[in-house]
T-cell receptor, first 117, second 116 residues
Framework: KNQVEQSPQSLIILEGKNCTLQCNYTVSPFSNLRWYKQDTGRGPVSLTIMTFSENTKSNGRYTATLDADTKQSSLHITASQLSDSASYICVVSGPSDNAGNNRKLIWGLGTSLAVNP | EAGVTQFPSHSVIEKGQTVTLRCDPISGHDNLYWYRRVMGKEIKFLLHFVKESKQDESGMPNNRFLAERTGGTYSTLKVQPAELEDSGVYFC??????????????FGPGTRLTVL
């Protein structure tokens, strides 16, 4: 069973609308939680990175929240644009080693978002 | 600043053949990671270099996979001999060893490998 579960699997919204994507994880202990955007044929691009002590972080129209107690995170997209069509992946990083290196990133399957005009 | 580059972008080979994937990290990034996404599954970690040393190779599926990073610059991932289940997209990422964004990994576009 994957340690990072995302919902919904796919989502279609109209341009200009808001949406919220969910992520539940069982990775423990963890160092940080990341949301990535992956366009078709491209590599993942980081949107937000939050440590366990952070509750929310914004990057433009993207706002991520984290509840470390319930092990849940969400990504809220405001005023969606056609260019927001992509896969959004929740990723949890395990604890750093003594050198401060973040090792294995544990990935969710992603939510495929389509923004229609 | 140039991003992470990978070559080739696509590779189609027959079962039993050998393929070598290349990754050029962002200049100055000591950390280099390889990941793989098999169709329908999540992206999974393969291994991690710090400069030329393998820090963690626990995700490598078997001994048909060999990763190198001679000189601590670019890295290669060789699959020999390739099997059908090796098909997928192989991503490379790099990050700084220190600095304000040392934990952020920057990804290349991936190499799509198809084994027939």
């Amino acid at each position: 069973k994957n340690q990072v579960e995302q919902s919904p699997q796919s989502l279609i919204i109209l341009e200009g609308k808001n949406c919220t994507l969910q992520c539940n994880y069982t990775v423990s202990p963890f160092s940080n939680l990341r949301w990535y955007k992956q366009d078709t044929g491209r590599g993942p691009v980081s949107l937000t990175i939050m440590t366990f002590s952070e509750n929310t972080k914004s990057n433009g129209r993207y706002t991520a929240t984290l509840d470390a107690d319930t092990k849940q995170s969400s990504l809220h997209i405001t005023a969606s644009q056609l260019s927001d069509s992509a896969s959004y992946i929740c990723v949890v990083s395990g604890p750093s080693d003594n050198a401060g290196n973040n090792r294995k990133l544990i990935w969710g399957l992603g939510t495929s978002l389509a923004v229609n005009p | 600043e140039a991003g992470v580059t990978q070559f080739p972008s696509h590779s189609v080979i027959e079962k039993g053949q050998t393929v070598t994937l290349r990754c050029d990290p962002i200049s100055g990034h000591d950390n280099l990671y390889w990941y793989r996404r098999v169709m329908g599954k999540e992206i999974k970690f393969l291994l991690h270099f710090v400069k030329e040393s393998k820090q963690d190779e626990s995700g490598m599926p078997n001994n048909r996979f060999l990763a190198e990073r001679t000189g601590g610059t670019y890295s290669t991932l060789k699959v020999q001999p390739a099997e059908l289940e090796d098909s997928g997209v192989y991503f490379c990422a790099s990050s700084q060893q220190q600095g304000p964004r040392f934990y952020e990994q920057f990804f290349g576009p991936g190499t799509r490998l198809t084994v027939l």
